[in-house]
């Protein structure tokens, strides 16, 4: 018979955390330890009695420890100083405030359009794709975008910007 849970906590949690700290350190080894026994939990139900359970639970934590690792490395990293100065390209504010204006009292659907297709340079096809539409509803929008940019922003947009 298998013994409680809570037995098998007490008997390998100091292992466990060992493990946790010797691969992470001090400060992520507390949460892989949690991580480790939370797995545990779920799966010792099905954990065959003639199971190792000490080298059960390191792997889990291997396995956690991993995790943690992995994740730290898709963390940006702090640096002290900025190496360079962040553009002010397409912050609304930053330059034209009439054309912001402009662009933000547009619909939705249309400013979007607009932004995927003459910022961002997408094809109909894709901004459809995004929008959830068709091609010709995208290249409606886009077009009915430019119209009323026009209207209400004339210098903005050129008649060279549709093709």
């Not at 955390?17 to 507390?30: K, T």
């Not at 003639?50 to 059960?56: I, L, P, S």
């Not at 959830?132 to 886009?142: L, N, Y």
């Amino acid at each position: 018979m298998k013994q409680p849970f809570e037995r098998v906590v007490a008997q390998h949690g100091t292992t466990v955390l060992r493990v946790c700290r010797v691969i992470l350190g001090p400060h992520d080894a507390d949460d892989a330890w949690s991580e480790t026994f939370l797995s545990a939990l779920r799966a010792y139900p099905d954990l065959p009695e003639t199971a190792n359970v000490e080298a059960w639970l390191v792997t889990i934590a291997h396995r956690k420890a991993i995790d943690v690792v992995r994740a730290a490395k898709r963390n940006p990293l702090s640096v002290e100083h900025v190496p360079e100065a962040p553009t002010t390209l397409g912050i609304p504010g930053s330059g034209d405030s009439d054309l912001w204006a402009a662009v933000g009292g547009l619909p939705s659907k249309q400013r979007q359009a607009i932004a995927y297709r003459y910022v961002a340079g997408l094809s109909y096809a894709e901004i459809a794709e995004i929008l959830g539409g068709t091609v010709e509803a995208a290249r409606r929008a886009a077009a009915d975008g430019l119209k009323n940019l026009r209207k209400s922003y004339p210098g903005a947009i050129t008649k060279g910007a549709t093709s």
